[in-house]
């Protein structure tokens, strides 16, 4: 009995060995690389993302836009100069009976002024259209940290996705040493005249397959990362390693639906663009006021003349003026206009109400999605275990030929299952959280 216990002991250490053994080849021949770590892709990506960039450079107008002088609110201030040459043929009766003629007569006029126009009064227009200015500036705002958001997103999921892809890989690599420790031991039992031959050559196959999905998921692992640094507008570069875990953290599932309705960047943007629809139909009110205009300036005009009674005629001096217009009758176009104005801020507030039932919705879906990931990952992490426990049993048993080697490959194939379920469920928790976050704004 003593004996055959530490028959089993040591068959564990062995198998154990050739785990570390593989494993410890493998991560330096393919994960012994500098660390890309999440907030480091997180911070190149918001960086260099045209996406971001076009959202940032249109918020920067809308900003720039946003001011007094384009509300018009302020005076516009000119500066006009002018000179004028003639050179006529004149001919002059006066009443006295003189007559001049003078088949080149010059003229010459030169003016210059300085003129202020501004609007006074248009009908509290101007002071609407400030605030309708301040929206657009907060409506590219909003953009631009909705395009934030959904780059986050892309690089969260890109990133895990990654994580995924190598966690495949180490899992194969894992399966890949069972079958080689099965290969051996089909080999020597074979030898011994213990198996039939076919036990081995099926050992030998599942190596291969193992070997075979192996080199494939390096090459989907670089799949996964170009598509990472596409997203953060870099030049590929295979030489990096991610982290290995995936943080998945709880969700506030009482009271995330209302910071959703409250923070959702899509909600926000449409939220801004009824305002700004309201604004631009108030705009339209002040046609029906009266528009008043102050003209201020100073002026000075000279004109010379070589033929008549005036050869010299020079002026200069300030000048006033004020004016009052007042739309009495248009054809009833702004009537239309406000009526097609308020059509438009229904329209938003329509796709406001429906995109408010989508993201609940959408909500409700990924929370779902959440708890169901979760509760599957305490499952299949148990029956992770338990199915790893079952294959060494198997493993040992076929050492001690006390089983046959369908049954250990059973096992084996038991367990590979319970890996890639296992990595599927924590890879789709991950992504349902952050789906969460993405709605909330909270990235």
Known sequence: ??????????????????????????????????LLKLD????IGL???YEIQFARNEADINKINNSASNAGMNPNLSLNMGAN????????EYSTGSIIDNPNAANRNYSAGLIMNWTIFDGFKMFTTKRKLEEIE??????????????????????????KQVRIYQNIVEVKALSAERMKLGETRFNAGLSAKNELLQAQIDFNTQSQNEILQISLIEVSKRKLFDILNQPFNNEFAVEEAIPVNKIDSI??????????????????QIKIAKLATKEFDAYYLPFISLTAGYGFNQTENTTGQVINNR?????????????????????????????????????????????????????????????????????????????YLAMERLKLSQTTSIEVRDAQVSYENSLSRLNNIYYNLKISETQIKLLAGEL
């Open 255 to 272: 009271n995330v639906l209302a910071r959703i309705l409250e923070k959702n960047p899509t909600l926000t943007i449409l939220k801004n």
């Open 138 to 163: 907060s409506l590219g705002e909003s953009k631009f940290k909705s395009q934030v958001q959904q780059t986050i997103y892309q690089i969260v999921a890109a990133y895990y996705d990654i994580v």
């Open 315 to 391: 002026g200069f001096g300030p000048s006033f003026g004020l004016s009052l217009s007042y739309p009495i009758y248009q054809g009833g176009n702004i009537s239309r206009q406000i009526q097609t104005s308020e059509l438009a801020v229904l329209s938003v507030e329509l796709q406001y109400n429906a995109l408010q039932n989508q993201i609940t919705t959408q909500f409700q879906n990924s929370l779902n999605q959440y708890i169901t990931y979760s509760k599957l990952f305490e499952i299949e992490n148990q029956t992770k275990d338990l199915a790893k426990e079952n294959l």
């Open 47 to 49: 960086k260099n993302n």
């Open 40 to 43: 480091d892709a997180i911070a």
């Open 1 to 34: 009995m003593i004996k055959h216990l530490a028959h089993i002991s040591s068959f564990r250490i062995l198998l154990r060995v050739t785990l570390l053994v593989l494993l410890f080849c493998n991560y330096y021949s393919v994960y012994a690389q500098p």
């Open 85 to 92: 040459f003639a050179f006529n043929n004149t001919h002059l």
